[in-house]
């Protein structure tokens, strides 16, 4: 019995002498790295370039409920507020898949495309597509939406 508890106390003892030096090195590891430093707010973007936090535009789709010529804006309405998106000179603006104008932005009109959100919170207008999808557009939609069925469905098992 006497070495029994012997042995199971030298266990313990060596795995405690063994574990030790690696919890002090994962200590020190951890300390010896620096605290990194404060990095300084990303400096404000022109009014017509795109944000640098956010690349990817956002997509947008509905009804157009005004239009305001003279500051080159057009509103969606939604269900819970209204959207106002501001046309630049770099917005491209088509129509039936043809170059179009502001002009051509009228209200009740079906309109869809893409948006970078400012820093101040206005949304500036990437792509703007006017009137209903075309054919092309639709045939477009339905073959990306066949591909991602058949990837998605599990295959049956014999």
């Known amino acids: 019995m006497k070495t029994k508890n012997k042995l ?3 266990a313990c003892v060596a795995a405690l ?7 002090s090195w994962a200590k020190e590891k951890k300390s010896a790295t620096p605290a990194p430093a404060a990095s300084a707010p990303p400096s ?4 017509t370039s795109p944000p640098t936090k956010a690349p990817r535009a956002v997509p947008f789709h509905g009804k157009i409920s005004a239009v305001d010529q003279a500051a080159k804006t057009f509103s969606i309405a939604g269900k819970e507020k209204t959207r106002v998106f501001k046309i630049v000179a770099a917005t491209v603006i088509t129509k039936a898949g043809n170059p179009a104008t502001m002009a051509d932005v009228v209200a009740d009109e079906e309109v869809r495309g893409s948006y970078w959100k400012r820093a101040d919170g206005s949304l500036e207008a990437k792509t703007v597509k006017l009137g209903p999808k ?3 557009e639709m045939s477009k939609s339905k ?8 990837t998605a469905a599990p295959s049956p098992k014999p």
């Open 8 to 10: 199971i106390t030298a």
């Open 17 to 23: 002498v063994l574990c030790a030096p690696l919890s």
């Open 44 to 47: 404000s973007s022109t009014a």
């Open 134 to 136: 075309t054919e092309a």
């Open 143 to 150: 073959k990306k939406k066949k591909e991602s069925e058949t």
